[in-house]
């Protein structure tokens, strides 16, 4: 690990602030992701910022009957809260399909929507990769593909985003509440947050320099079934194949979002139209011009499947 200074941050607005001026510095909260990263220099920042003291880290209705998760949620008390539970059944079930109980202790909503893809070759710093250095090339195009993208992929990277939360996030229509150093605050819809790899896979979201997420809303509850489901080589502790994010209503008619086949959580809203027709004809839509490589092709049936398992599930419900 390379040597780096740091500081607690006492406002937010400074820490953004700071975190925009100062290069090379990155905010510090949970660390699940980063210190890894950090250890094996993948990331080296010069200078963390801790943000674990702005108290962004309560669950609040907001007016118009949604729920406003502050940036420093745990992902244990996200998935506990009993309004997620009861309202937004989709995201607790996702964030209990990620890592473990110690890790969802520590890592908290901002940080798990930051989280840095798990391709192999992203990790291996004797190897090219785009993500990690740009312009190096992609080690992962001719290599082991098989944990990795199918659909929104380029020549330059075939990753994968690897939350959990964050496919239940984009099924549930949440947005991402930011401010500057400037003081400016916007909200970022999940589905424009993060970005498709094109030739720059190592810029990851549309945040700016410096910007902080404070908090992460979700709109009125949606009803219906609250499905998630979880494809991975072993029971736990293990990042999606392939995973499927659904709310269903009992017409038939739903949102699907998918995990484990692209660089960011996978929705086509056109393609929830052809619900009522079951899986095979969402599939066909979802996945229109995936880009498979011969080692990771079975993922397109797989997530037809998979999403075939989530319909019947919520029709027997």
Not at 64 to 78: E, H, P, Q, W, Y
Not at 89 to 104: D, E, F, P
Not at 123 to 133: F, G, M, P, S, V
Not at 191 to 214: C, M, S, V, W, Y
Request: charged share 20%.
């Amino acid at each position: 690990m390379r040597s780096f200074t740091f500081e607690r941050a006492t406002s937010v607005r400074d820490a953004a602030a700071k975190a925009g001026s100062v290069q090379g510095a990155k905010f510090i909260a949970g660390g699940t992701n980063l210190l890894d990263l950090m250890k094996i220099e993948v990331e080296t920042p010069s200078h963390l910022i801790d943000v674990n003291g702005l108290g962004f880290d309560k669950i609040e209705k907001t007016r118009d009957g949604g729920l406003r998760i502050g940036a420093l949620v745990s992902n244990t008390a996200l998935a506990a809260d009993m309004q997620v539970r009861r309202d937004y059944g989709v995201l607790s079930r996702a964030l209990l399909a990620g890592a473990s109980g110690q890790l969802r202790n520590k890592a908290t909503t901002a940080g798990n929507l930051l989280q840095r893809t798990r391709c192999p070759y992203f990790y291996d710093t004797n190897q090219a990769c785009n993500k990690r250095k740009p312009g190096s090339g992609c080690a992962a195009i001719g290599g082991v593909s098989r944990q990795l993208g199918v659909i929104g992929v380029s020549d330059k990277c075939i990753a994968t985003h690897p939350s959990d939360m964050a496919v239940a996030m984009r099924v549930l229509d949440a947005s991402v509440e930011t401010i500057d150093g400037a003081g400016e605050t916007r909200a970022i819809p999940i589905a424009d947050f993060h970005r498709l790899p094109g030739d720059t896979p190592h810029i990851e979201t549309n945040l700016k320099a410096g910007e902080f997420i404070t908090a992460v809303t979700l709109p009125r509850p949606l009803g219906g079934q609250h499905i998630y489901e979880k494809v991975r080589d072993r029971a736990s502790y293990a990042f999606a194949l392939v995973s499927v994010a659904a709310v269903i209503q009992r017409d038939g008619t739903g949102r699907v979002a998918v995990g484990g086949v692209a660089h960011k959580p996978w929705r086509v809203e056109a393609a929830e139209a052809a619900m009522p027709q079951g899986a095979s004809a969402v599939a066909g839509r979802l996945l229109a011009g995936a880009r498979p490589t011969h080692e990771n092709a079975f993922k397109v049936p797989l997530v037809e499947r998979t999403l075939a398992a989530v319909i019947s599930e919520a029709r027997a419900a």
